[in-house]
């Protein structure tokens, strides 16, 4: 044999024997001694008091996941360690444990050591109690100590729990929750492999819920999603999934069907930080897909279906993680919408609804703005532009509102609805509307059309209306500054302006307005008949929340009504006077001013009774000397006049302006509005 085959051979022999020395010291060493270097070493590393306190055992089995190849005959190290322990920071109780696990078993591909990475193929834990708390926002006794960048990576495959129990306390977001989790055999129909139930409270509410998953973490094998099905109820709000996840330390990808319920939308936002509108109760369903990226991923609500209070609603919400602010995109419809559902958005929902989507029933109940409070601090928390379509409003069974189109859009916390259109009573409100909420008050612009607005179809329950057909237009500008309906429009500025020009109008509803007794029991015996409506003029400014008519005219073939006064929106007070001058021969006529007076909850109607008595006291004087003259104070004897209108209708034409929000209003010389 020559001298180089001898020396291969035996250091082949040597190989060989040291292999088999290794194994044997592997096999036979007693681990339980390397524990106190082991703990020292985990300490070290973590910051944390870390201990193993029962046996530390090694065996050996064939690599998992099985390949097929030579690989699968080299042997894995499988660790088993009984009683571990793991300690809290410093700032936590020193006497308590963030971790206590009855048996950890872990395997470990030896192969992929060379390229210094560590691959787990499983990680089993046996009774593990574990206690999570958060006092500060980034402190927090998950977080582990800081150390230098590592050249190994961890690869971990599988995660499994059995007979645990997890508790978090969480002072930053009111959560104080415990978990109990245990094993679930998989059967032919599902791979669920691990159920947990939850109970606990979140801001207060109580929370619980179950659910049932695959191995945490199988996420390796992509052509097999993670299944999951999970419950979750928070106070009022309850959350429902079932379908699948790839990847879900990533969440590379989500579909599952989803199921929300609640109180109100609102109340989502502290479990999903999207924000969304106040709300009455609610319920939808729909398909949840999305995938993840750099960005942080997009995720859409498909084809989801739904109620909201007594309304339907139907659509695909998409959201999308980017810079600076998430977006939120898409369309919800409605077949039909019940316009007393869009209440809460502006807090407009009566004591009894706030109570129920857990608001405070702070509305007094003497004042009928709403003084509710709209929750800017979230406006700045995502981005929006959702196109909303109501193809049937119902304000009351006797006025139906009709096709609903706007475009909501959210933008650095500015809200706009532009542009926001009804079709009401056979005619058209248009709108656009501005509410800026990077402030602590919202500064509000609105700009409202009104065209050809039936008065037929605005007063449809309203017999005397119905023998009428003219139209009403107009058009107001106004804006203000505050964070309720009721503060907004209590420093509101701007200009309101309407015109009814050629129409007809029902000569009985004129005739009870003006007090002209005789005609209104001619009408009522002989039936009503049309007045020609030459026009019904208003031009009103707003100054500071005080609404001053500086021109308000009815004016028609038979009489010239004016009105005079100011309404006080912050006060929430009307001072109005109506006069009647009659531009005819009526028999009986008690041209009295009529005065509407009081809080807009109970206004008071009167008439000048001191105008009444002094006519009736000259009747009755009269009736003395002479009977047949008894009526001559009651008899009113008018000249034709010209219409009162015709100057006005330019100007009422004109659009109306507004000042920028909290700037207030500087007035024109208001028009003669009286003769």
């Known amino acids: 044999m020559s001298r180089t085959r001898k020396i291969m051979m035996w250091s082949a022999i040597v190989s060989a024997a040291l292999l088999l020395v290794c194994v044997l010291f592997l096999l036979m060493?007693?681990?339980?001694?390397?524990?106190?270097?082991?703990?020292?070493?985990?300490?070290?590393?973590?910051?944390?008091?870390?201990?193993?306190?029962?046996?530390?055992?090694?065996?050996?089995?064939?690599?998992?996941?099985?390949?097929?190849?030579?690989?699968?005959?080299?042997?894995?190290?499988?660790?088993?360690?009984?009683?571990?322990?793991?300690?809290?920071?410093?700032?936590?109780?020193?006497?308590?444990?963030?971790?206590?696990?009855?048996?950890?078993?872990?395997?470990?591909?030896?192969l992929p050591l060379l390229n210094k990475t560590i691959v787990i193929p499983s990680l089993q834990l046996d009774d593990p109690n574990l206690a999570l708390r958060r006092i500060s926002k980034g402190k927090d006794n998950w977080t582990f100590k800081q150390s230098e960048p590592s050249a190994w990576t961890l690869d971990l495959q599988r995660l499994y729990f059995y007979r645990g129990e997890i508790t978090l306390k969480d002072e930053v977001e009111h959560i104080d929750a415990k978990a109990n989790i245990d094993t679930l055999e998989p059967t032919a129909v599902n791979d669920f492999v691990m159920g947990w139930k939850i109970s606990g409270t979140f801001n207060g509410a109580r929370i619980t819920g179950d659910g049932k998953a695959g191995a945490l973490l199988a996420l390796k094998n992509v052509d097999k999603p993670f299944p999951l099905e999970a419950k979750l109820n928070v106070g009022k709000t309850s959350i429902r999934v079932n379908g699948t996840v790839t990847k879900p330390q990533e969440l590379a990808a989500i579909d599952m069907r989803l199921h929300l319920s609640g109180a109100s939308m609102a109340d989502l936002y502290p479990l999903t930080g999207i924000t969304l509108p106040k709300t009455p109760e609610?319920?939808?369903?729909?398909?949840?897909?999305?995938?993840?990226?750099?960005?942080?991923?997009?995720?859409?609500?498909?084809?989801?279906?739904?109620?909201?209070?007594?309304?339907?609603?139907?659509?695909?919400?998409?959201?999308?993680?980017?810079?600076?602010?998430?977006?939120?995109?898409?369309?919800?419809?409605?077949?039909?919408?019940?316009?007393?559902?869009l209440g809460p958005v502006i807090g407009a929902d009566s004591n009894e609804s706030k109570k129920e989507r857990g608001v405070a029933a702070n509305q007094p109940a003497d004042k009928v703005l709403p003084v509710e409070k709209f929750t800017t601090e979230r406006w700045g928390s995502i981005d929006a532009d959702v196109q909303i379509i109501g193809h049937k409003i119902v304000h009351s069974a006797s006025l139906p509102i009709e096709n609903l189109d706007t475009h909501l859009k959210l933008q650095d916390s500015v809200v706009t609805l532009s542009p926001l259109k009804f079709g009401v009573a056979g005619g058209t409100l248009i709108g656009d509307i501005k509410l800026d909420g990077r402030n602590n008050v919202i500064k509000a612009e609105a700009k409202v059309s009104a065209r050809h607005l039936k008065l037929k179809q605005l007063f449809p329950t309203f017999q005397p209306m119905q023998a009428s057909f003219g139209e009403v237009n107009g058009d107001?500008?106004?804006?203000?500054?505050?964070?309720?309906?009721?503060?907004?429009?209590?420093?509101?500025?701007?200009?309101?302006?309407?015109?009814?020009?050629?129409?007809?109008?029902?000569?009985?509803?004129?005739?009870?307005?003006?007090?002209?007794?005789?005609?209104?029991?001619?009408?009522?015996?002989?039936?009503?008949?049309?007045?020609?409506?030459?026009?019904?003029?208003?031009?009103?400014?707003?100054?500071?929340?005080?609404?001053?008519?500086?021109?308000?005219?009815?004016?028609?073939?038979?009489?010239?009504?004016?009105?005079?006064?100011?309404?006080?929106?912050?006060?929430?007070q009307l001072n109005l006077t109506i006069k009647p001058e009659t531009k005819g021969l009526r028999i009986v006529s008690l041209r009295a001013p009529i005065y509407v007076t009081g809080e807009f909850a109970k206004p008071k109607v009167g008439v000048d009774t001191g105008v009444l008595a002094l006519k009736a006291g000259s009747a009755v004087a009269l009736a003395v000397v002479a009977p047949v003259t008894a009526l001559l104070p009651l008899i009113n004897v008018g000249n034709p006049e010209e219409n009162k209108c015709t100057s006005l209708l330019k100007e009422a034409r004109g659009k109306p302006v507004a000042p920028p929000p909290g700037k207030t209003y500087k007035a024109k010389t208001p028009a003669k509005a009286q003769p």
């Open 282 to 341: 609610f319920s939808t369903e729909g398909h949840l897909i999305g995938v993840t990226n750099k960005a942080g991923g997009k995720w859409a609500y498909e084809k989801f279906k739904g109620k909201v209070g007594d309304s339907d609603i139907a659509g695909t919400l998409v959201y999308e993680a980017k810079q600076p602010r998430p977006l939120l995109s898409g369309t919800v419809v409605s077949n039909l919408l019940q316009l007393s559902d």
């Open 476 to 572: 107001t500008s106004l804006s203000g500054t505050g964070n309720s309906i009721a503060s907004l429009l209590a420093t509101s500025n701007g200009e309101i302006k309407s015109l009814i020009n050629e129409g007809t109008i029902s000569k009985l509803l004129l005739e009870q307005i003006g007090l002209n007794i005789g005609n209104i029991v001619i009408s009522k015996l002989f039936g009503d008949k049309q007045v020609k409506l030459n026009c019904m003029a208003t031009d009103l400014s707003v100054t500071n929340g005080l609404v001053q008519t500086r021109t308000f005219i009815v004016d028609t073939d038979d009489a010239v009504m004016y009105i005079t006064g100011t309404v006080d929106l912050a006060k929430e």
């Open 29 to 110: 060493f007693d681990w339980n001694r390397a524990k106190p270097w082991l703990n020292e070493r985990v300490s070290e590393a973590t910051g944390r008091r870390f201990a193993i306190n029962g046996d530390l055992i090694l065996t050996w089995q064939r690599a998992e996941p099985a390949t097929g190849t030579w690989r699968d005959w080299i042997p894995a190290p499988r660790l088993s360690a009984h009683d571990v322990t793991l300690g809290n920071p410093e700032w936590a109780k020193a006497d308590s444990n963030m971790a206590e696990i009855g048996h950890i078993t872990f395997s470990v591909n030896p």
